[in-house]
């Protein structure tokens, strides 16, 4: 049982469904909004190990980026040295922009050239005003138990 779910953006009924159950509590609803600059005009090759690399490219797509290639990782996999390779090359052949998640960004420590020259578009994850209270009543009831273990 989990203490709580969260949905990145509304979930539909299948969803929904699908975790019922699961938490203690009602599920919490985040927004991803990009709060970077303007991308418009920037040719770009994007990528992303994320759980929706999709909803990233399009989000880009939407910032006015020109987006000539996509790349696709799993959530949380390591990038390896053919990987900066790959992508470095790619961005070189199309004579564009590497650009990436932070989540990503943060993971390419091990790849010095390819994070030099990957950049990076900052979100913002915002709660509506009840999930932000239920999310605020939920760490407090957690640290509360962590301070004062029964």
Request: net charge negative.
């Amino acid at each position: 049982l989990a203490d709580v779910i969260v949905f990145n953006g509304q979930p539909d009924a299948a969803l929904a469904r699908q975790t019922d159950g699961y938490g203690s509590r009602s599920p919490l609803v985040v927004t991803l909004a990009a709060n970077g600059p303007s991308l418009a005009g920037v040719r770009c090759v994007a990528f992303a190990g994320i759980g929706h690399p999709e909803r990233f490219f399009a989000t880009l797509r939407s910032l006015g980026a020109t987006v000539l290639e996509t790349h696709a990782f799993p959530d949380h996999a390591p990038y390896s040295a053919s990987d900066a390779e790959r992508l470095m090359a790619a961005a070189r052949r199309h004579d564009a922009q590497l650009i990436t998640t932070e989540k990503d960004h943060v993971r390419l420590a091990a790849h010095a050239a390819l994070l030099a020259v990957t950049r990076v578009v900052p979100v913002t994850v915002t709660l509506a005003d009840s999930d932000s209270a239920a999310l605020d009543a939920l760490l407090d009831e957690r640290l509360a138990l962590r301070t004062n273990p029964s």
